[in-house]
């Protein structure tokens, strides 16, 4: 088990691999989710990853529809994802989407590498 700065694990486990890694509300803090999952998948086969579910809250369909910054708590929330959009993020960075759960405002996937086959 590790638990680090996602910036400094991609910069001392290159060359290492693990079995699953686990991104629990971190996408929505870098500038460029997609080339760091495409990053990590050089790694690991497995990836659980969770963030807002910014379709769950009437309050951010209100401010989309009106064109108004969505802002979710607080400046270090770079991104925002409806589900379409994080589901084409995830694709594109190499991985395959096993399971898929929307629940209490959390958008919760299951994924590995689209290369390898799940059994």
Known sequence: LICDDVL???????????DVVVLSHVLEHLD???AFLST????SKYFYIEVPDFES???NLYRSMIKTD????????VSEFDRRELADIIKQAGLAIEICEFSFGVMRYWCR??????C
């Open 8 to 18: 400094n694990f991609l910069r001392t486990s290159a060359d290492q691999s693990f």
């Open 32 to 34: 460029n989710p997609q």
């Open 70 to 77: 969505l802002n979710y708590t607080d400046n270090d929330h």
């Open 113 to 118: 590498k689209a290369n390898d086959s799940c």
């Open 40 to 43: 990590l998948s050089q790694i």
């Open 57 to 59: 809250s009437h309050l």
